[in-house]
């Protein structure tokens, strides 16, 4: 592989609607293991992170908030990238949608697709998913309701919008498909987006006027009421990072060499985007790399049920560079993957202590034993030549299987070695050897073991950075390029040198970490730890103070109330929490207040709960209250309080 390539990575840039989960860690560490091992190999690379800011999603989640978006943009966006820096993300850049420039490059590119006549304003019908963010035709929708995609409620949208050509790129896109095979990996994917696209294209709306939280048209388009469709505008953050629209200053590292996504936003990275930078004369990316979907445990993650696995609390738990292993390792690239904790203690176990960890051990023990801790490889050649070969044929398959991400393929290949290398030792017994004085030979097993272990922890360096460089330590060198070089391209062996002794890399883990807590069981978790030294928490979950901070609690006051006739429990409540104008909740409350006991008091109101519908009314909160054998009280302040004042 040359080394004047230029290597840029991608991820999509997340929504700030919600934390990190492994999903986002998922495809961030699949990019920095990419880039790392660009690094690592002499490429010039570039990798670029970020979040997506704008949109009707983002700026009701700040205001349910009772928050600016750009406020709540801020403070969300800065959660990814403290994630991405503790965990050691080796981004070059963290785009923002808010940034100046990337808002200046969005503008840009919309005024060169018109001006080649790729836009036009036209009148928009259809059916709208908020939380997707895109229009569905109605033969799409399920129950002529519910969007395909996540299965919320649509809303008819009828607005003025500037529509992008994209009917024009079909015939093109679908060349581009046919003329570079791996430009969709993995190609199951890229035959699906093949049969999607030759069902023909519709034009994309790709500016909205029901909202304003998103990037102005410019300035010479004279119509303000507009904002940019938040997929044009997050797509462009791939070139606009490189300074597309300004100072054009990394645009030499464009196209992308790897573009990495979930198979859920295929359809916008693998037909809108190609498009668009076709109607920017703009190459199109070399890979769309499109993963799977992570479960736990067997069950679809979702914050309802509580069971999103947190990266930083398995990072905690069981050592980041462990679980960057396992979720490389554990699941083929593409196909969906499951999350237990079982299945992580495996791994860590079995592959890390077992067939590496323990073969370092026992190279320090033979080495100190025998030679005070010196190890030569120069005699290796002479008694092993049959493993070496074993090794490197292993290692030369390896080249090209990270870019075209088989990145599982990639690591179980990587462990052939690990096992010429154990099995070596139980086949020619140096302790045998070393009571029959054969030395040379001894000292050359031990040579071959290091000069194994240096391989593969420079292939490995990409996907556990810190512990291979402790094994590199341990064995006298560095892992860099050069010695990339000498070690890998030019098969060279390792110097002689005396081992250093390290503690043991992959403790075993005999016990689950963290507690699992079972979704329809919540009240009966416990969380191991805690629930020892404080009784009183035994049953209940505990949790930190920003998942309390998650809920949105407000000083509510009732400005409408009405009985539900058909019920006897219900009723139905104007709830004004500072917002433009009431919320309604439908509060299960009839049998303990009237209608009128109600209405005018204050009230405490969870005010970011997911709306939802009792007896077809829509109800947008949930108020506090207690109940023991004596009937129900709601929770009010002690003395009256602002309307729409938080409560913490
Ligand atoms: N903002 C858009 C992307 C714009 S890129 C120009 C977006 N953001 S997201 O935060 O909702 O999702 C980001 C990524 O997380 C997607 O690639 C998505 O596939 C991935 N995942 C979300 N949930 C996931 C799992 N449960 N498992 C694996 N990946 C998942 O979409």
Redesign the pocket.
Known sequence: MSCHFKSYITT????VN?IA????A??TIIADSLARYARLIGQETFFLTGT?EHGQKIEESAKLRGKEPQAYADEISATFKNLWDDFDISYDKFIRTTDKDHKIGVQKAFTTMHKRGDIYKDKYKGHYCISCETFFPKTQLVDDEFCPECGKSTSIVEEESYFFRLSAYQDKLLAWYENNPDCILPKSKRNEVIRFVEGGLEDLSITRTSFDWGVKLPDDFNDSKHVMYV?LD??M??VTALGYGTDDKNMDFWPARVQL?????LR??AIYWPAFLMSLDLPLPKHIGA?????RNGEK?SKSKGNVVNPREVADAYGLENFRYFMLREVPFGGDGDFSQKALIDRINSDLGNDLGNLLNRLIGMSGKYFDGRVESDKVANHYQAELNEVNESLAKLEPMLFELQIHRYLEELWRPLSVANKAIDKYQPWTMMKEDRIEETMALNGLIATILAKVSIMLHAIMPKTTQNIAMALGFEINPESFVKLIRNDEILETFIIEKIPPLFPRVEEELIVEIKPEKVEKATVKKESKKEDKNEGVALIGIDQFFQTSLKIGTVVGAEEVSKSKKLLLLQVDIGEDKPRQVVAGIKEWYSAQDILNTQVCVVANLQPAKLMGMKSEGMLLAAKDADGLCLIRPEKPKTTGTSIS
């Open positions: 999509p840039i997340y929504y919600d989960h492994i999903g986002h998922y495809t997506d997929w997050a797509l953050n791939y996504i979930g198979k859920d936003i916008f990275h993963h799977g979907w992570w479960t993650m």
